[in-house]
C-alpha cells in the first residue's frame, strides 16, 4: 500500500487539528479583508477571525452558496488581484451564468499534489498509463487529473472524451493500464467492447478512477466485471478546487478527505444544523489553502456520511461515503424524498436489467407520477407478454418497498435510452411548477 504524503495523509488528529486551526484562522482573515461578499456576510452575522477560539467555532460563520458565486460573477469572490491568477476554470454553467474561479501558481501546486494523494491511494503508480477520457476545457475534472499523473511519474494519454471507438483502438495499441472518466462513461466503453465482440482482456487497464456523478455500489461492480478492473470513486467541486478534494484508496471504503487542505462539515439541509459525527447530511466544505478563491463553508448540496476511524491503510484522514444524491436534485414525488441511486441500486440487482435507465417525473391530473424506463436484455425483451409483465410486476414490487412509492416500469430495448460521454441525464422532469 502506498502513500504519496505519509506525513500529511496519516498524521495524528491533534496535530491536525492544530494545522487546521492555524490556517483557517488566516484564511478567515484574507476572506475578510479582501473579498467583499465575505467581509459583508460576517458583518451581518456579528463575526470576525478573533471569534475563531477553537475548530468547532467555525459553525458561527455564515455559508456560501452557489448564489453567492452568481450574484458576484465573473471575478467577485477572488481574494488576489488578477495578475496573481494563473489559471481561470468554470463551471458547466447549465442553470444560468457558470461559476468562475481561479487559482495562483502555489494553488495549482497544491492542487497538483492532492491529485497525487487520490491517485496514489487508488493504486495508480509511475508505471502506468492514464488514460484520461474527461473533456478538456473549462472544467477542472481533466487538468486536476492529468497534472496530478504526471506529478507521479505516469505516462498521460489526454485523449478527451467522445469518440467511443477510437478511445478503445487507443486503449489496446497504447496499453493503458488506468481509466478517468465518468462511471457512465465506463459503461459506455463496456458497451461498445460487446458491440466489437471483443472481451476486457483485449486491454490492459487495470484500475479506474470515476467521478463526477453519483454513482451506486452495483454501478461499481457492473463496472468492475465488465472492464475487469479496481474501480475507486473520487469527490472535487469546481467551487472548492476540482479533484482531489477527496479519493477511495484501494480498500474502497469511503473517500478520504484530504483534512489538511478543506475541513468538512455535515448538516441538516433543512435548519442548517451542524450534525453529530456518522450522520447522513450534507457536505459543508471550508478550503484552508485557498489563495484566489477561497470557500468558508460551502454548501455542496451533495448528501454523504463522515467516518473518523483509521482506515485499513494507514490513513487518519476523516473518509466520506459515496454521495447518495444531492439535496438540489432530490426528487419529489407525491410528497416522498427519492434520489436516482435509490432506483438505481435496485435496478442494478435485478438480472436481465441492463445498466441504463432514464426517469420520467410527470403529472395525471394533480398527481406526481414517475416511470422508471429500463432497459432490458433481448431474451426479456422479446420474450411473451405474460413473462414480461410479470418481470415489471417484480421489479415494480421492489422498488415500491425501497422508495416507498409506486413507480411504473416501461421496458425498453438495447441501446434505446441516450448514452453520454459525460454526465448521465437521468432525469426527465415534465412536470409543470
Same mark, same amino acid.
Given at each position: 500500500m502506498r502513500i504519496w504524503d505519509p506525513d500529511r495523509e496519516c498524521m495524528a488528529r491533534d496535530k491536525l487539528e492544530t494545522l487546521q486551526f492555524e490556517n483557517l484562522r488566516t484564511t478567515l482573515e484574507r476572506a475578510y479583508r479582501?473579498?467583499?461578499?465575505?467581509?459583508?456576510?460576517?458583518?451581518? @452575522? +456579528? /463575526?470576525? =477571525?478573533? %471569534?475563531?477560539? $477553537?475548530?468547532?467555532?467555525?459553525?458561527?460563520?455564515?455559508?456560501?452558496?452557489?448564489?453567492?458565486?452568481?450574484?458576484?460573477?465573473?471575478?467577485?469572490?477572488?481574494?488576489?488581484?488578477?495578475?496573481?491568477?494563473?489559471?481561470?476554470?468554470?463551471?458547466?454553467?447549465?442553470?444560468?451564468?457558470?461559476?468562475?474561479?481561479?487559482?495562483?501558481?502555489?494553488?495549482?501546486?497544491?492542487?497538483?499534489?492532492?491529485?497525487?494523494?487520490?491517485?496514489?491511494? @487508488? +493504486? /495508480?503508480? =509511475?508505471? %502506468?498509463?492514464? $488514460?484520461?477520457?474527461?473533456?478538456?476545457?473549462?472544467?477542472?475534472?481533466?487538468?486536476g487529473l492529468h497534472y496530478g499523473a504526471e506529478r507521479i511519474g505516469a505516462s498521460v494519454i489526454p485523449i478527451s472524451s467522445g469518440n467511443t471507438e477510437k478511445q478503445i483502438m487507443i486503449m489496446q495499441?497504447?496499453?493503458?493500464?488506468?481509466?478517468?472518466?465518468?462511471?457512465?462513461?465506463?459503461?459506455?466503453?463496456?458497451?461498445?467492447?460487446?458491440?466489437?465482440?471483443?472481451?476486457?482482456?483485449?486491454?490492459?487497464?487495470?484500475?479506474?478512477?470515476?467521478?463526477?456523478?453519483?454513482?451506486?455500489?452495483?454501478?461499481?461492480?457492473?463496472?468492475?466485471?465488465?472492464?475487469?478492473?479496481?474501480?475507486?470513486?473520487?469527490?472535487?467541486?469546481?467551487?472548492?478546487?476540482?479533484?482531489?478534494?477527496?479519493?477511495?484508496?484501494?480498500?474502497?471504503?469511503?473517500?478520504?478527505?484530504?483534512?489538511?487542505?478543506?475541513?468538512?462539515?455535515?448538516?441538516?439541509?433543512?435548519t442548517c444544523e451542524v450534525l453529530p459525527p456518522g450522520s447522513m447530511g450534507e457536505l459543508v466544505l471550508t478550503t484552508l489553502t485557498k489563495e484566489a478563491f477561497p470557500m468558508i463553508r460551502y454548501r455542496t448540496r451533495d448528501i454523504t456520511r463522515l467516518h473518523y476511524d483509521t482506515c485499513w491503510c494507514g490513513r487518519t484522514l476523516v473518509r466520506m461515503e459515496k454521495t447518495c444524491g444531492r439535496s438540489d436534485d432530490m426528487l419529489i414525488v407525491k410528497g416522498v424524498n427519492v434520489f436516482p441511486t435509490q432506483i438505481e441500486e435496485v435496478l442494478f440487482q435485478v438480472e436481465g436489467c441492463e445498466p441504463h435507465y432514464q426517469l420520467v417525473l410527470d403529472r395525471d391530473g394533480h398527481m406526481d407520477t414517475l416511470e422508471v424506463q429500463v432497459e432490458v436484455n433481448e431474451t426479456i425483451f422479446f420474450d411473451e407478454m405474460k413473462k414480461q409483465r410479470e418481470f415489471v410486476s417484480m421489479v415494480e414490487k421492489r422498488l415500491a418497498a425501497t422508495l416507498g412509492l409506486r413507480a411504473r416500469v416501461k421496458l425498453v430495448e438495447p441501446s434505446s435510452i441516450p448514452r453520454h460521454e459525460g454526465k448521465a441525464k437521468r432525469v426527465i422532469d415534465r412536470r409543470k411548477p
Open positions: 479582501n473579498v467583499p461578499c465575505y467581509q459583508k456576510k460576517f458583518l451581518e @452575522a +456579528g /463575526v470576525s =477571525a478573533k %471569534d475563531l477560539q $477553537h475548530l468547532s467555532d467555525l459553525s458561527r460563520f455564515p455559508f456560501t452558496t452557489k448564489e453567492d458565486l452568481r450574484l458576484n460573477y465573473p471575478y467577485g469572490m477572488f481574494a488576489v488581484p488578477l495578475r496573481e491568477v494563473v489559471r481561470i476554470h468554470s463551471s458547466s454553467g447549465t442553470t444560468g451564468k457558470p461559476t468562475v474561479v481561479g487559482y495562483t501558481r502555489n494553488d495549482l501546486n497544491n492542487w497538483t499534489e492532492l491529485v497525487a494523494r487520490m491517485m496514489t491511494a @487508488a +493504486g /495508480v503508480t =509511475a508505471d %502506468d498509463i492514464v $488514460h484520461i477520457a474527461f473533456g478538456y476545457g473549462l472544467f477542472t475534472g481533466a487538468f495499441d497504447y496499453q493503458s493500464s488506468a481509466l478517468v472518466c465518468t462511471p457512465s462513461y465506463a459503461l459506455t466503453i463496456a458497451d461498445h467492447l460487446d458491440r466489437m465482440g471483443l472481451g476486457a482482456d483485449s486491454l490492459k487497464l487495470r484500475v479506474g478512477l470515476f467521478g463526477a456523478e453519483p454513482w451506486s455500489e452495483e454501478m461499481r461492480r457492473e463496472i468492475e466485471t465488465r472492464l475487469g478492473i479496481l474501480a475507486t470513486d473520487n469527490f472535487g467541486l469546481s467551487e472548492v478546487m476540482g479533484p482531489g478534494v477527496a479519493g477511495e484508496c484501494e480498500y474502497k471504503c469511503g473517500m478520504h478527505i484530504f483534512e489538511d487542505h478543506f475541513i468538512p462539515e455535515i448538516i441538516d439541509p433543512e
